[in-house]
């Protein structure tokens, strides 16, 4: 097992500055290569303060201000525009990036592109629902309605 510091939040095992163990080859070829962690070290150690209280200044303060966050976005629906074909089939297809910018272009406040999820890639017109992620308890179902531009 590798005891390792997580530098960005990983799905079912942590957030940033979490120490936490794996199996050594889940650290060494997943992990590590992709800049999600670091390995642990007496020295790496003291970065971990530094990480959490970056990760605090960015998180929404308190649970009542996530729940808040959290009604307005499900209560409106998102549109994003994007190029497409006459079936209906994007020509690529729409990021969390920007799902973020028309998250934030609709009024509410700004959400971090990696808080949210998509279920599946969303590549043809139509209406989805992803989930962002506002709070370790608190997570919101947005509508997105994806338009041919």
């Known amino acids: 097992m590798a005891k390792i510091i997580l530098t960005h939040e990983v799905t079912g095992l942590g957030a ?3 120490v936490v163990e794996v199996k050594d080859g889940y650290a060494r070829n997943y992990l590590v290569p992709r800049n999600l962690a670091t390995p ?16 605090k200044a960015r998180e929404i303060a308190t ?9 307005s976005l499900q209560a409106n629906a998102v549109t994003v525009s994007a190029k497409s074909g ?3 089939r994007l020509f690529g297809a729409v990021t969390t990036a920007e799902i973020a910018a028309a998250i934030q272009a609709a009024g509410a406040p700004a959400v971090d592109k990696r808080k949210i999820e998509v279920a599946q890639a969303i ?5 989805y629902t992803v989930q962002v992620r506002l709070h ?12 041919a531009a």
Do not use: H, M, N, Y
Not at 63 to 71: F, M
């Open 123 to 127: 590549k043809s017109t139509g209406e």
């Open 86 to 88: 006459e079936s209906g």
């Open 40 to 55: 642990w070290t007496k020295g790496a150690e003291k970065d971990v303060t530094a990480i959490r209280r970056a990760r």
């Open 136 to 147: 370790p308890e608190v997570s919101a179902k947005v509508t997105v309605k994806v338009v």
């Open 16 to 18: 940033p500055g979490d």
């Open 63 to 71: 649970l009542d201000d996530a729940k808040a966050i959290r009604d």
